[in-house]
Each structure stands twice: as structure tokens, then as C-alpha cells.
């Protein structure tokens, strides 16, 4: 059985515990648009990033291997 030094603790606090209030509908319908924002500018930046690559690879491909 070990013994518990109870002046070693640190000090504890407890914080009341609060209930989160449900959305309002109208409230629900922004968040929710907004992620859809979000989510479609993270896909936008991403497809211009993948055709920024690509653009990129086929110039390095035609200069590595003129066709001439």
C-alpha cells in the first residue's frame, strides 16, 4: 500500500460545469455554410495547386526530351 504525500499535490480546482445550448436552426444553416465555404475553398486552392504541378511536370517533360 503507498502512502499519498498530500502536501506534494498541487493545488486542484474545479470548474463548474456548464451545458452548451443547441444551435438555433437559423444559426445551424450559417455554421453550416460556412464550412461548405471552407470546404470548397481548401478544393479550389487544391485542384489550382494540382494544375500548377501538372503544368509544371509536362514543361521539365518537353525539356528534358526535345522533340526535334
Known sequence: ???I???RLPNMLIK??????PLTPEKARINA???QKDNAS???KAERDRQKIAKAQ?????????QT
Open 33 to 35: 455554410l460556412k464550412t
Open 5 to 7: 504525500n498530500h502536501n
Open 1 to 3: 500500500m503507498s502512502l
Open 16 to 21: 463548474e460545469i456548464t451545458t452548451i445550448k
Open 58 to 66: 509536362k514543361t521539365i517533360g518537353s525539356i528534358s526530351n526535345p
Open 42 to 44: 481548401k478544393a479550389l
